[in-house]
């Protein structure tokens, strides 16, 4: 085989690895920052001394003109 053919495969298979462990390190980081945001979210609700009913209702209140009608339509 080709002497440069086989620089590049063993690059590319570097590449391919370092692709691999960089996109695992992604998901990890993604699934991180959800968990604080879904944290810092429970903690504006719990200091605001909100139950479930009353957080739904007040979300259910801040929806924009016109997005209720549009969930409606998708079920």
Do not use: C, F, W
């Not at 692709?19 to 604080?36: G, W």
């Not at 979210?41 to 009913?53: N, Q, W």
């Not at 209140?61 to 009608?69: L, M």
């Amino acid at each position: 085989m080709n002497p440069k053919i086989k620089k590049i495969n063993a690059e590319y298979q570097k590449n391919a690895a370092k692709i691999d462990e960089l996109q695992a390190r992604q998901v990890e980081l993604t699934k991180q920052r959800t968990e604080l945001e879904n944290l810092d979210i429970i903690g504006m609700v719990r200091s605001m001394g909100l139950d479930p009913e009353q957080l739904a209702a007040l979300i259910h209140a801040a929806r924009p003109v016109g997005q209720e009608e549009a969930d409606h339509g998708e079920m």
